[in-house]
């Protein structure tokens, strides 16, 4: 939901954190009352979301105003030009021009610097964070069945989640972080089934592909993911050839819905799983704050209500002792169209148990939001068909990633073609490690390996977030591990030479670091004689829209933006530093473009941290 429009000249747009929002809110309020006098009924909000950032030769904001002209009538470039027309002052206008039906909004250098610097100054790590909201969200990501160590495909899915969690909190949500067990399906139950036992009684078998010793010890180097994990494959193999088996997995999962197993028992093979997943996700900085086991849905009669929901839909169908819905006019395809939730002997399927999931979070949360693989999208919509037949009227929001690719193709776990996360960090790490040597040859080997484990977990998470989730990625060793180009260790060192610039001026010139504390304090920016270099222009532009863009990812989930700018913000300051003197300019220049690189330095730090990167000080 958009918030409500801000009157020109309020108050609370000028104590807005976003440095845009009292030239914003005064342009939007004007061609909200000059469209309204042609006629138009809609709201400023509409208006909002079709203000864009144009390139720097068109201004600073732009508004195309096609869908308007074409509503009311008139030519885009007539009714552009009616808008802009004598257009009234406001805070920081300079310029409003019209072109090719946009209009274009330019701003006053010297009151976007004061805005900028003053509430990054001022608001320091909050810096982009907006107050605090009511509307409570709950993200679900990963929820990986607990079969065995995390893979780079499924990571994907850990890192847009994360990021979107981090993006929502600065925004002001209260946000609940889950991951969905699966703790009831074949493939949980198989290794469930398999580990009641010694491995030294395993069918042989399984025993002689696994790798898993006789006597059960796990051997040191192995993470509990990867250790319980280990059989998993030679089991799924067993279980195709020997039905007898496959009985026995089947039946542990039925007692287990019938609550005649005991849970704890039952999970504590995926719980070590888990346990596993979740240290490994640590490196990347990913944390959740509740596992939601599929079999308490079960337990606590959740699904059993569902299904007496769905028996009572007139779309209800029983097929050979199956209980479906059909939706065939609820746009899933032809072959689809009935959604079964139970099996013929009345066993339930997962649909019901997800139905039961999502209504349990519909109960605490006002915005429910999945992220699902593209491989998904079918059970999603089956899920929504199922909603529909229950009279239930809250619908989650999905959130779909492509899938990441091998050279030789797609990455699957069932098919052994996979790269575990944990070996890709532990490649980048050692990478990063001979990097920081060659740069840092004064530092310890602790030293080295800190920052080599900051800077590698940070080139992953970063590799699989640049891209817009909608693409597929081809995970390439040396693009996922380039330190140069669009890669977290590019930002990371623009920060580190920020830092170090700062530490610098302490030491050699304190007196010009005095300007930070006034300008924070709401005193005036000490602007350079003749204003601004444009290299300086091009960064402080940068560094005034991350408020704007924390709002905007919020609300379309296109986290991969948050990459890109952050790539932004460190190539205009690594453009303003090469092409100007900081510490040895000009004294009337020294403390504008000091300024310049306290604020870099913050923003950059409080990007990296939205994306769930480490800032560090020294590369």
């Given amino acids: 939901m958009a918030d409500p429009p801000v009157a020109p000249g309020s108050t609370m747009a000028e104590d807005s954190p976003d440095p845009w929002e009292p030239l914003r809110g005064h342009f939007i309020g004007t061609v909200s009352q000059r469209l309204s006098r042609r006629g138009w009924k809609g709201e400023p909000s509409e208006i909002r979301s079709q203000i864009a950032t144009p390139s720097e030769s068109k201004g600073d904001l732009a508004l195309p105003i096609f869908r308007w002209a074409k509503s009311l009538g008139m030519p885009p470039g007539a009714l552009a030009k009616e808008l802009a027309e004598g257009f009234p002052a406001g805070p920081g206008l300079a310029e409003v021009t019209t072109e090719n039906g946009f209009i274009n909004v330019t701003a006053s250098v010297e009151w976007l610097a004061q805005r900028t610097l003053g509430l990054i100054l001022s608001r320091g790590d909050e810096y982009g964070h907006h107050p605090p909201r009511e509307e409570a969200v709950c993200v679900e990501h990963t929820s990986a069945n607990p079969t065995g160590p995390l893979h780079v495909g499924r990571s994907r899915n850990s890192i847009l989640g994360d990021t979107l969690v981090r993006v929502l909190r600065a925004r002001g949500h209260p946000v609940t972080v889950h991951f969905y067990v699966d703790d009831i399906g074949r493939q949980a139950a198989t290794l469930v089934w398999l580990w009641r036992r010694p491995p030294s009684e395993w069918p042989p078998e399984i025993r002689a592909r696994s790798g898993v010793p006789a006597d059960g010890r796990r051997p040191p180097d192995l993470k509990p993911d990867a250790w319980r994990g280990l059989p998993y494959a030679a089991a799924s193999e067993y279980l195709k050839s020997h039905p007898e088996a496959a009985e026995e997995v089947a039946r542990l999962a039925r007692l287990l819905e019938e609550g005649k197993l005991p849970v704890e028992e039952y999970r504590a093979v995926p719980r070590e799983i888990m346990e596993g997943v979740c240290e490994t996700l640590r490196r990347v900085h990913v944390s959740f704050d509740e596992f939601a086991w599929e079999s308490d849905f079960e337990l606590d009669g959740s699904v059993r209500d569902v299904l007496r929901r769905l028996r009572a839909s007139p779309r209800a169908r029983i097929v050979e002792g199956a209980l479906g819905i059909d939706a065939h006019d609820l746009g899933l395809p032809k072959e689809d169209a009935m959604v079964f939730v139970t099996r013929g002997d009345g066993a ?60 030789e193709g797609r990455m699957t776990t069932r098919g052994g073609r996979v790269v575990l996360l944990d070996d890709v960090l532990d490649r980048a790490c050692a990478l990063a490690r001979e990097e920081v040597r060659k740069r840092r040859e004064n530092l310890s080997p602790e030293e080295i390996q800190d920052i080599a484990e900051k800077v590698g977990c940070a080139a992953v998470r970063f590799h699989l977030l640049r891209v817009q989730a909608e693409k597929p990625i081809t995970f390439r060793w040396e693009e996922a591990l380039s330190f140069e180009g669009k890669s977290a260790p590019f930002l990371q060192y623009a920060h580190a030479r920020a830092c170090s610039l700062l530490e610098k001026a302490r030491t050699e010139a304190p007196e010009l670091l005095a300007g930070r504390e006034r300008v924070a304090r709401g005193e005036p920016v000490p602007f350079p004689p003749g204003g601004p270099e444009p290299s300086e222009k091009a960064l402080l532009r940068a560094l005034s829209r991350l408020p704007s863009l924390v709002d905007q990812v919020a609300m379309s989930a296109s986290v991969h933006l948050l990459a890109l700018y952050g790539h932004e913000v460190a190539e205009r300051f690594n453009e303003f530093y090469q092409s100007l003197r900081v510490l040895n300019a000009d004294p009337p220049q020294r403390p504008f473009r000091l300024l310049l690189v306290e604020a870099s330095r913050q923003v950059l730090r409080n990007t990296l941290d939205l994306i769930g990167v480490e800032a560090v000080e020294a590369m």
């Fill in 348 to 407: 339930d399927l997962y649909p019901a148990r997800d139905v039961a999931y999502h209504l349990s979070k519909f109960r605490r949360f006002a915005r429910v939001i999945d992220v699902l693989g593209e491989d998904h999208k079918l059970h999603y919509r089956g899920l929504l068909a199922l909603l529909e037949a229950m009279g239930e009227p809250r619908r989650p929001e999905a959130i779909f990633y492509s899938f990441v690719n091998l050279p």
